[in-house]
């Protein structure tokens, strides 16, 4: 019983393409989030849903959009992908804003 | 600003005690975290502190709070090769958890 999920668990593609990352919560959580963890293991806030509704947009590349179907999902698409765009992307999500997160096991990202 | 900082390396001695150490500005924080990350896996909480303790136990994880200072340590007693792996500490804030850069703990056998 996996509680938050991410697919795929490694993306290897090329500069220039379009690519998604894919997040669920079994949860019940009414808050999603994505991290971006660099080489050095910093760990960045991009982007957090509540209820659906965007509450944290970080500064991120516009090229980064994430998208909220429902409280269970909150997936990440990312346009024209760029070298630098190379790291692992983690999904976590919350019972609400701010309190305990919890994380799916992360998406390996390599732009050659 | 708020802003939680780490050592970013940690060595000690399989059997030891490690003592991981976290400074955080924010003195309105209500919960203080310790994550952990292993090798090439997402990341986990390990355990949580209100504010309003000074201590919490939990089999070989000790941690403690100074408010005053603002300081949280994590206490790993009798230190495995298990134990290696990346130490987050972290701040809950407004909408969100600040978090440090991480410590590496580094077992030598």
């Known amino acids: 019983d996996t509680a938050v999920s991410q697919t795929p668990k490694y993306l290897v593609t090329q500069m220039g393409n379009d690519k998604s990352i894919k997040c669920e919560q079994n949860?019940?959580?009414?808050?999603m989030y994505w991290y971006k963890q660099d080489s050095k293991k910093f760990l960045k806030i991009m982007f957090s849903?509540?209820?659906?509704?965007?509450?944290i947009n970080e500064t991120v590349p516009n090229r980064f959009s994430p998208k909220s179907p429902d409280k269970a999902h909150l997936n990440l698409h990312i346009n024209s992908l760029e070298l630098g765009d190379s790291a692992v992307y983690f999904c976590?999500?919350?019972?609400?804003?701010?309190?305990?997160?919890?994380f799916g096991p992360g998406t390996r990202l390599l732009v050659l | 600003g708020e802003d939680v900082e780490q050592s970013l390396f940690l060595s000690v001695r399989e059997g030891d005690s490690s003592v991981i150490n976290c400074t955080y500005t924010?003195?309105?924080?209500?919960?203080l975290y310790w994550y952990k990350q292993e090798p090439g896996a997402g990341l986990q909480l390990l355990t949580y502190?209100?504010?309003n303790m000074d201590m919490k136990q939990d089999q070989r994880l000790t941690v403690l709070l100074n408010k005053k200072d603002k300081h949280l340590s994590l206490r790993i007693a009798d230190t495995q090769t298990g134990d290696s792996a990346i130490y987050f500490c972290?701040?809950?804030?407004?909408?969100?958890?600040?978090w440090g850069a991480g410590t590496k703990l580094i077992i030598k056998p």
């Open positions: 976590a999500s919350s019972q609400d804003w701010g309190q305990t997160q919890y």
């Open positions: 949860l019940g959580h009414d808050t």
């Open positions: 849903y509540n209820n659906k509704e965007l509450i």
């Open positions: 924010d003195s309105s924080s209500t919960y």
């Open positions: 502190i209100f504010s």
């Open positions: 972290a701040e809950r804030g407004n909408y969100q958890l600040i």
